[in-house]
């Protein structure tokens, strides 16, 4: 494949120019995405992140078809961990 070069800003810094952004961190929205099935997802939106209902499946997936892929996560978990699992 091609080389992308990461956008300058280090870890908050904006996506490479050709990348597809499936969630900004922002706008929590499920408009691009469906369950295996093709239909609507049955996680509950709110203003800034997605809920799985714990009624039902929790497998969505991105509407376009996206083959291979590079993917970047990023995450927050407390400093603390002690005792607590997941």
Do not use: C, M
Not at 47 to 60: K, L, M, R
Request: net charge negative.
């Amino acid at each position: 494949p091609d080389r992308v070069e990461p956008a300058a800003g280090g870890l908050s810094g904006d996506p490479p120019g050709d990348a597809t952004v499936l969630w900004n961190g922002d706008d929590a929205t499920l408009d691009d995405w469906q369950k295996p099935d093709g239909s609507e997802p049955d996680w509950v939106e709110t203003a800034d992140y997605f809920e799985v209902n714990s009624n039902v499946s929790g497998n969505v997936q991105p509407q376009e078809s996206l083959g291979d892929v590079h993917l970047h996560l990023e995450w927050r978990a407390p400093e603390d961990l002690d005792g607590i699992a997941n």
